[in-house]
């Protein structure tokens, strides 16, 4: 069956530091991935994407690393930012169609002074 | 990516009642999503809808749900009688406009059922 997880529930790291949060995939006819960050009490925000045929995806002081391989997802976040405390889903879909997204748990992440 | 907006942003009801929860894009799309977030949980996916027609929906997505876009414009999610379970956020999301791929969510509307 389909399925998203999550290896770790909370992350804390000082800013400044680099941040990895990592997501896992069962499901090998995935093909389209996106990393959304939720602050509290808001909507998921989106903040990156990579197709199946992309290893890796860079935005700004994001970078999305895709291992089809083993079906593994993580979103690395340099020079982490207090800014960037929150929760942040992986999820994904089907390329190509405007089917529905399937969401990961969750990681928090916590940024310290 | 200018994105949805919802209201209401909260909406208290008591158990039985019917609740309307409205979306409204800021450009014309054609593809159009309800998701829910129960308190700590992930997000769900609920329904889609394309070309003013249901596309899929889920499992939760039952008899008691239902979507439209009366105006042509707003999208709506309507829950005929509200159970405590239906407590949750519930977000309206719109592809982008580079194609079919990303989705954008709204701020969510959240619906406390007592």
């Known amino acids: 069956g389909e399925s998203v997880g999550l290896h770790l529930p909370t992350l804390s790291v000082q800013e400044g530091d680099n941040s990895i949060i990592n997501c896992a995939y069962s499901?090998?006819?995935?093909?389209?991935f996106i990393w959304y960050k939720q602050e509290s009490g808001k909507g998921p925000q989106f903040i990156i994407d990579?197709?199946?045929?992309?290893d890796k995806r860079q935005g700004q002081r994001v970078t999305v690393l895709l291992n089809k391989t083993v079906k593994h997802l993580s979103l690395q976040i340099a020079a982490t930012q207090p800014g960037d405390s929150a929760v942040y889903f992986c999820?994904?879909?089907?390329?190509?169609?405007?089917?529905?997204?399937?969401f990961g748990t969750g990681t928090r992440l916590q940024v310290t002074l | 990516e200018p994105e949805v907006t919802q209201t209401p942003s909260h909406q208290v009801t008591q158990m039985g009642q019917e609740v309307i929860l409205r979306c409204v894009p800021i450009?014309?799309?054609?593809?159009f999503y309800w998701y829910r977030q129960i308190l700590g949980q992930k997000v769900e996916f609920l329904v889609s809808?394309?070309?003013?027609?249901?596309?899929?929906k889920s499992e939760i997505f039952d008899d008691q749900f239902s979507v439209e876009r009366p105006d042509g414009s707003n999208f709506t999610l309507k829950i005929r009688s509200t159970k405590l379970e239906d407590s949750a956020m519930y977000f309206c999301?719109?592809?982008?406009?580079?194609?079919?791929?990303?989705?954008?969510f709204g701020p969510g509307t959240r619906l406390t059922v007592t």
């Open positions: 499901n090998s006819a995935s093909d389209y």
């Open positions: 999820a994904f879909k089907r390329a190509g169609t405007a089917s529905k997204l399937t």
């Open positions: 990579i197709r199946s045929n992309m």
């Open positions: 450009s014309n799309h054609l593809y």
């Open positions: 999301a719109r592809t982008g406009t580079s194609g079919a791929y990303e989705q954008y």
């Open positions: 809808f394309y070309n003013n027609e249901i596309s899929e």
